[in-house]
Nanobody, 124 residues
Framework: QVQLVESGGGLVQAGDSLRLSCAAS????????MGWFRQSPGQEREFVAV????????YYADSVKGRFTISRDNAKNTVYLQMNSLKPEDTAVYYC?????????????????WGQGTQVTVSS
């Protein structure tokens, strides 16, 4: 099973940018569909973005479309989430997730492995 470690979170102001990284170990990340989810206090974990094994297919939540970009560097075994024009409502713990199946899922139940999360806080 792949192990995932997120990094890059922090406290920023509205309008700023952050890039989250998800480093994989144990298995090569190229064997997995990779996704980002987020969870705010008292809220359900919600889908943010997903990318297929080759990087040729991506999907985004409507709330982040046009502001966030998911990408992957299979040679570095790492997946990224570039977040621009951040808003206070983007404040959440962000989780990286891996799905060993070929599908490109957008629900948390589709994913087998999860990181511990990284906190993103956007102040107004």
């Amino acid at each position: 099973q792949v192990q995932l470690v997120e990094s890059g979170g922090g406290l920023v102001q509205a309008g700023d940018s952050l890039r989250l990284s998800c480093a994989a170990s144990g298995r090569t990340v190229s064997s997995y569909t990779m996704g980002w989810f987020r969870q705010s206090p008292g809220q359900e974990r919600e889908f943010v973005a997903v990318i297929n094994r080759s990087g040729g297919i991506t999907y985004y939540a409507d709330s982040v479309k046009g502001r966030f970009t998911i990408s992957r560097d299979n040679a570095k075994n790492t997946v990224y989430l570039q977040m621009n024009s951040l808003k206070p409502e983007d404040t959440a713990v962000y989780y990286c997730a891996a799905d060993r199946r070929l599908r490109v899922g957008v629900v948390s139940a589709d994913f087998d492995s999860w990181g511990q999360g990284t906190q993103v806080t956007v102040s107004s």
